[in-house]
């Protein structure tokens, strides 16, 4: 793993699989090393420095193993973590690496995806909390409402494995968009804010009007690091080109390859790390 210099990718534990799954799709050349950190997950229920002091042993962990670019694909910790990390830590660790999230790139497109002028986030408690993505849009859509509802029982829904099974995904899941559709009729426009959400898309696309518009972040990050490497040459040609997949876990690595390969579609081992 040593000589290699792979796109690190971060998430509190599976969720980040789905922004790992487009960036593939988009990037396959580069050589990419998943970390999840399934032992302490969920992040979206602690509190700010928690949030920001396991983010940084993550990315710490990921620069060790040779990354020269890190995305912490995880919606809280990018909301909690990531303006710290980037302003205050990276110059004194390493100022040629570099730290990218996943909200910046998403609140950069998703007023397009609206006609009713009408977003409505689904997140974690601490990425609604943060204000982030209300904040960022602001900026970029000024004109935009943004209408946020926290679902906090998604994350361990997924964690768990417990959203293959209908009977107890469903409830929890309709309630969420239930209490989101309260909020405002002319939500045209809602986006899976937490990476881990979208293991749950088909159940949640099922329960909503054919109008709306159900946006999922990977495949926007994967087309704003393809802009960012081509804006970027330095950091491209620094990046190792094996097209080769490494899964971590600070959890139980059988438990995260059996959920890891249910998602993926292919059978994926995982190896087990401490922070
Ligand atoms: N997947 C993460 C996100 O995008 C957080 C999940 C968690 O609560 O750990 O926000």
Redesign the pocket.
Known sequence: MHNRQPIGVF???L??LTVLKELVRELPQYDYLYLGDSAR?????KDFDTVYRYTLEAVRWLFDQGCPLVIVA????SAKALRNIQQRDLPGIDPTRRVLG?IRPTTEVIGDHTDSGHVGIL??Q??VDSGSYAIEIAKFFPEVHVHQQACPAW?PLVESGDYLDPIKSEPLIRQCLEQLAAQSPLIDTILL????YPLLYPQIRAMLPTHIDLVTQGSIVADSLAAYLTRHPQMAERLSRSGELSFTTTGDPAVFGRAASQFWGASLKAQQVYL
Do not use: I, L, Q
């Open positions: 998430d509190s534990g969720g980040g997950a969920p992040y979206g229920t995880c919606n809280t910790a996943v997140g974690t601490g990425t994350v804010a937490c990476t881990h």
